[in-house]
């Protein structure tokens, strides 16, 4: 087994992005003018993504979604990016987002908070037995 980070080439696009637009905009703004930022950063990197589509929620092995929620952005069909514009991320913030994580059946996804003086992320990863974040301090 490998120590590698699974989709690390695009998190890290994704999170050097999003200290683009922390350093711009600051913190302060809707959580939306952040991601209209994200997004045009994450266009000059390079990086495929959809934004605020709907998004099939699995239910255990039913093969048939269950319903539907709009996902800030899943880029290049693997990571899945929430944002939020809080003054500080919490734990239902961490367990919502595995969640979704969990409910689209992706494995990795960032957590990312423009609301507070200095960017904050979680790199999050699913599997099928454990959910688990990681928090570097600079990455």
């Not at 991601?35 to 039913?62: N, P």
């Not at 944002?83 to 957590?111: C, I, M, T, W």
């Amino acid at each position: 087994m490998t120590d590698e980070l699974l989709h690390k080439a695009i998190t890290e696009k994704i999170i050097g992005a999003s200290f683009e637009v922390h350093k711009f905009l600051g913190n302060g703004f809707q959580e939306v003018i952040y991601q209209r930022a994200l997004a045009w950063e994450m266009r000059q990197v390079g990086l495929d993504f959809a934004r605020e589509i709907e998004q099939h929620i699995y239910y255990k092995e039913l093969p048939e979604p269950i319903g539907t929620r709009r996902a800030d952005f899943v880029v290049e069909s693997k990571v899945l990016v929430e944002l939020k514009a809080v003054s500080k991320l919490d734990d239902v913030h961490l367990a919502q987002a595995l969640n979704y994580l969990k409910a689209y059946r992706l494995e990795v996804g960032l957590l990312i908070n423009f609301g507070s003086k200095s960017l904050e992320f979680k790199r999050l990863v699913y599997t099928n037995k454990s959910a688990q974040s990681f928090n570097p301090k600079n990455p």
